[in-house]
């Protein structure tokens, strides 16, 4: 396994390929050893405006890769991650990745990540325990910045030679639309991904004469912008969300115990909200929230009528790198 960490004054950025022959970890400061890049950074002053400062590493203005005949970024199936809020859910996607890609003894998707923590510091006041409604969260973050960050970060892994963007983030998703418009490459969306394999997985309804119900357990936030409700609608789903009562009394005090290292207490209250989804007839429960996952033991039985979103987008995330690879192959 070979990963090369590389230490910028733009967004953190961590280029991965794996070989399943050998394990080697190498760090650098010398990014010029690797790969030279022009890139837009992102810097904030005091006054919190935002600030673009062009940090030129090598020679010319323009994008200049490595030389080097097995350079990683040269790839036409190399895949651009933009990190989440958490970095370890980032990790635990980028593990998915690796693992899933390089089974049977083939080599993992190659991978390029910006990963900024800077991120969960924006937004503070849309972390789980608000939603679009909330006065004090609309007051208290500025949507351009948010945007343009996230721009700045797909910009910035188009130009380090991705071919395909993802985004392993209930709530960056949010402003999908608005992140991937004008993306050169494709740009997967998470709740595409599950609506397509739902759609595969030849469900039937629950209940005679109604369609077949998926539900949606996630914070205030991700429900409010619709994230998975549209993709799901679009295929013929019946979309089950959780009422008011479920939200206040149920989801929000099982996050808040998530925080308080209470994981016996969310375990048991995440648990509830999944059989009050259950008992309206839904055949499958999505966990958009990070803060849900891994709870549940693997040997629990409402742990099978459950999914992760973030499955499904490394699924075809690793589906579009390799069908890309073949058709480079035979050309």
Not at 173 to 200: I, N, Q, R, T, Y
Not at 264 to 286: D, E, F, K, M, P
Request: hydrophobic share 40%; proline share 5%.
């Amino acid at each position: 396994m070979t990963i090369l960490f590389h230490v910028l004054n733009c967004p953190p950025v961590l280029l991965g390929r794996v070989s399943m022959n050998k394990t080697l970890y190498r760090r650098r400061s010398n990014l010029s050893a690797a790969v030279q890049i022009s890139s837009v950074s992102i810097q904030t002053d005091d006054s919190e405006k935002l600030i673009e400062s062009k940090k030129i590493l090598g020679s010319g203005m323009a994008l200049k890769r490595s030389q080097t005949p097995h350079s990683l970024l040269r790839q036409p199936n190399t895949i651009g991650v933009i990190g989440g809020v958490s970095v370890y859910s980032t990790l635990i996607f980028l593990e998915k990745l690796v693992r899933w890609s390089s089974k049977d003894g083939q080599e993992c998707v190659p991978f390029v990540v910006c990963s900024d923590p800077a991120l969960s510091k924006q937004l503070p006041v849309l972390s789980s325990f608000h939603s679009f409604n909330d006065r004090n969260a609309q007051t208290q973050f500025n949507h351009g910045h948010i945007v343009g960050d996230l721009q700045q970060k797909r910009l910035f892994l188009e130009q380090s030679g991705a071919c395909c963007i993802v985004m392993p983030c209930h709530l960056s998703h949010v402003w999908h639309s608005e992140v991937s418009k004008g993306c050169s490459v494709p740009f997967l969306h998470v709740g595409d991904c599950v609506a397509m394999e739902l759609s595969k997985a030849n469900l039937r309804p629950l209940e005679a004469g109604s369609n077949v119900r998926i539900g949606v357990l996630a914070t205030g936030a991700t429900l409010k912008a619709g994230v998975y409700q549209e993709k799901l609608q679009s295929q013929g789903f019946e979309v089950v969300l959780p009422d008011q009562a479920t939200m206040h009394h149920i989801i929000l005090p099982a996050i808040e115990a998530f925080y308080r290292r209470d994981i016996t207490g969310a375990r048991n209250l995440l648990r509830i909200a999944v059989q009050v989804l259950l008992v309206r007839a839904v055949n499958t429960v999505i966990l958009a929230s990070d803060e849900m996952q891994g709870l549940l033991p693997h040997d629990d039985p409402l742990l099978k009528k459950c999914i992760d979103p973030m499955d499904a987008l490394a699924r075809s995330t690793i589906r579009w790198a390799t069908s890309t690879e073949k058709v480079n192959q035979k050309a």
